[in-house]
């Protein structure tokens, strides 16, 4: 009897030691632990190692704008915060996720690449681990593509880009930074796809300018492929990405701009001009080109025409 009594009291107690942890204590617990996934999943399937000391996980979950609690939903944080010099940049998005990232399934998930389902991607290097690969993609596009971007490549003289100057002559017409229009980040991680005049229903798919995108490929072919539900021109792609991630990699030290050249990469800039006219947004476009190299980036002119039923999407770059 004594026997028992004291095996049921080392049961008790250890099972105490978490119910009778501190609500706070254990959500340490938890966010640290995510952290750790983190960490290992890079490192185990992609090659990636990053400063754990300079990255914390949060346990919540963003719907619809209004933050509520969810133990299963965490947030992956930066401790160095992107700041930019330009009003006309800025970050307002997470990197979320629902499950540990080592217990991703690798059919589960979004579309990683919209509209193709998993069957279509099982054979595509890189992009058959839809959700890591997303999760990658977003640390890359937030974390480090976009900062070196707005913060670097595009004041970088010694590759023909002085972004002051341009800044200069978009107030000089008015131009500024309206929070209300959605040109901030796109959903989208990684597209491929070609640069349209205007936005409508048939060419949806295809248009890669709705917002600022950093992980864009300019291939019109790639784009009509995966309309169609084909991969060969994604899958070259995939090969490339998978290339780059083959040897070990530190995070903080990716040159981004080779990753950029390497990977195709060729982002792009939208800038919101309301209800200018197509002749004002072309004299404006022409006075900004001399002061960025588009081999590198494109920045594009997003306004609004009255089409007497409501407004239609239009775009100058």
């Known amino acids: 009897m004594k026997k028992m009594m004291t095996l049921l009291l080392i049961i008790l107690s250890m099972l105490c030691l978490h119910s009778c942890r501190d609500p706070e204590e254990v959500t340490a617990m938890n966010e640290e632990k995510m952290l750790d996934d983190y960490m290992e999943m890079l490192k185990k399937e992609f090659n990636l190692r990053m400063n754990k000391g300079a990255y914390y996980v949060k346990e919540e979950q963003l719907v619809a ?112 930074y309206d929070k209300k229009v959605p040109v901030g980040v796109s959903k989208r991680t990684w597209v491929c796809g070609t640069m349209l005049k205007e936005s409508n229903d048939e060419s949806f798919e295809k248009n890669l300018i709705s917002k600022n995108t950093v992980l864009i490929v300019i291939d019109e072919e790639c784009g009509n492929q995966i309309v169609e539900g084909k991969v060969e021109r994604l899958k070259m792609y995939g090969k490339k990405l998978e290339e780059y991630f083959s040897k070990p990699r530190n995070f903080e030290e990716i040159d981004w701009y080779e990753f950029m050249k390497f990977n195709n990469i060729h982002p792009i800039i939208t800038i919101y ?23 590198d980036f494109t920045i594009l002119f997003y306004y609004l025409v009255d089409n007497g039923n409501g407004y239609d999407e239009k775009y100058v770059w």
């Open 65 to 176: 704008g209004d933050l509520i609690h969810n133990p299963y939903s965490y947030v992956l944080y930066s401790y160095n915060i992107p700041r930019y010099k330009s009003e006309f940049f800025y970050n307002r998005e997470v990197i979320h996720v629902e499950y540990p990232p080592t217990k991703f399934r690798f059919e589960g998930g979004d579309r990683l690449i919209w509209p193709l389902e998993f069957e279509a991607l099982k054979d595509i290097p890189f992009f058959n681990k839809t959700t890591k690969s997303r999760l990658l993609l977003e640390i890359i596009d937030y974390y480090g593509l976009r900062p070196y971007l707005w913060s670097s490549l595009i004041y970088d003289k010694s590759k023909g880009n002085d972004f002051e100057k341009i800044e200069k002559i978009l107030k000089k017409h008015g131009i500024k």
């Open 273 to 295: 001009v309301g209800y200018f006219s197509k002749e004002k947004i072309e004299k404006i476009r022409d006075e900004i080109k001399p002061y960025y190299n588009q081999k």
